[in-house]
Structures are given as structure tokens and as C-alpha cells.
């Protein structure tokens, strides 16, 4: 069964650093999500993307984070400039184009020191 | 203010005994709506889903949900819990491509 992939599974970085956390969505997928959960606490929605652009973005998601899918398989998300705060485990999930239900990957969990 | 609600933070329950874990929502409409569970250091893995159609659903490992649009509720139930469910469990709700999950609720199984 097809699965959503992230790498990976551990990052840990230096607060101010820059990270790139990357997911390989379900290949026939065409809505790609983030999500972020603090340890402890629920799952948050960052970001979504549809058709090489982000459609729909939460607070949370300020100018220090961006997505993109660079080569049609991959799906990343940057964080600029690392804060203490970032330190989370990080979702990506996907969609098809005719259903309602997300494919979540396992999840990396970025450590910010 | 669109939210979901899961108004119990830990369950206790004795293994063996049933289960009932709380989900409520405030949306003008009817979102989708989902279960997940989360062991610990694990990733989501979805336990059931309701889009529309019958109100009471069927998912893996025993578990079902029932959507009751009067009270806007999508409660998850077992009969049975087991040892292995022990776990977070986290409602999900999905409007307009937008999904919010609740604060979860931190299930122990007691022996």
C-alpha cells in the first residue's frame, strides 16, 4: 500500500540554522499538507498546497517557514532561521484530488538546541 | 469560533471494560470527521472516518464512531478495550480542506 515517506526521522539543529524537512507524498496525490505538534501537546495545521501554490496557512506559518514541491515528488518545508520554539514533531500528509481523507507520513521530529 | 472540542484530557479504564471517548465541534456546517490514535514517538495512524450517510462507523481494531448532528458530537467507542490501546486519541475535523484536530485524549489501560 502506498505510504507517505518523510526524512528525517530525527533532526537536530542549531537554534538560528536553517532546516529543510522533506516528504514524498502519495504519488497520484494533489493536496499536500504540514502539520507541527509540540511534544505534549495536539497536532497544528501550517500549511496546505494545491497546484504549486499554498492554499490555505495558519498563524502559525509567519515569513520564517516556506513549502515547496521542487521535482513533482517531493514536498519540503523550510524553516529559515530556527527558534527554541520550532522544536516539534513535523507532519506531512497527502490528499487525491477526489477524496476527503489525509495520508499522514511518520513524522520528523526536529530538536532545536 | 470554528473549534474542536475533546473535553477529556486522560481516561482511565480497566481492560476489558468499554469506552468512550468524547468529540465535539462548532462549525456552521458539517465538517468531515475523523479518529486517530497516536502511540508514543509514532505517527497518526486513522482509526475511522464519517463523511456522510450512515451515522455510525466502523473502523480498524474494534473501534466505532457515531455522528450525531444534534449535538454535534462524533463520540469513538469500543466494547472491549485491550491492553494495546493504550495510546493518544485524536479527534480531526475537515471543512473546506482545512482539518483541526482536538487536544486528545491520553488513554490508560489498567490490567
Known amino acids: 500500500e502506498p505510504e507517505v515517506t518523510q526524512t528525517p526521522s530525527h533532526q537536530v539543529t542549531q537554534m538560528g540554522q536553517e532546516v529543510i524537512l522533506r516528504c514524498v507524498p502519495i504519488s497520484n496525490h494533489l493536496y499536500f499538507y504540514w502539520y507541527r505538534q509540540i511534544l505534549g501537546q495536539k497536532v497544528e495545521f501550517l500549511v496546505s498546497?494545491?497546484?504549486?501554490?499554498?492554499?490555505?496557512k495558519s498563524e502559525i506559518f509567519d515569513d520564517q517557514f516556506s513549502v515547496e514541491r521542487p521535482d513533482g515528488s517531493n514536498f519540503t518545508l523550510k524553516i529559515r532561521s530556527t527558534k527554541l520554539e520550532d522544536s516539534a514533531m513535523y507532519f506531512c500528509?497527502?490528499?487525491?484530488?477526489?477524496?476527503?481523507?489525509?495520508?499522514f507520513g511518520p513524522g520528523t521530529r526536529l530538536t532545536v538546541t | 469560533a470554528q473549534s474542536v472540542t475533546q473535553p477529556d484530557i486522560h481516561i482511565t479504564v480497566s481492560e476489558g471494560a468499554s469506552l468512550e471517548l468524547r468529540c465535539n465541534y462548532s462549525?456552521?456546517?458539517?465538517?468531515?470527521l475523523f479518529w486517530y490514535v497516536q502511540s508514543p514517538g509514532q505517527g497518526l495512524q486513522l482509526l475511522l472516518k464519517y463523511f456522510s450517510g450512515d451515522t455510525l462507523v466502523q473502523g480498524i481494531k474494534g473501534f466505532e464512531a457515531e455522528f450525531k448532528r444534534s449535538q454535534s458530537s462524533f463520540n469513538l467507542r469500543k466494547p472491549s478495550v485491550h491492553w494495546s490501546d493504550a495510546a493518544e486519541y485524536f479527534c480531526?475535523?475537515?471543512?473546506?480542506?482545512?482539518?483541526?484536530f482536538g487536544a486528545g485524549t491520553r488513554l490508560t489501560v489498567k490490567p
Open positions: 498546497f494545491y497546484n504549486n501554490e499554498i492554499s490555505e
Open positions: 480531526a475535523v475537515d471543512l473546506n480542506n482545512d482539518m483541526r
Open positions: 500528509a497527502s490528499r487525491p484530488g477526489g477524496g476527503y481523507e489525509q495520508y
Open positions: 462549525y456552521g456546517a458539517t465538517p468531515y
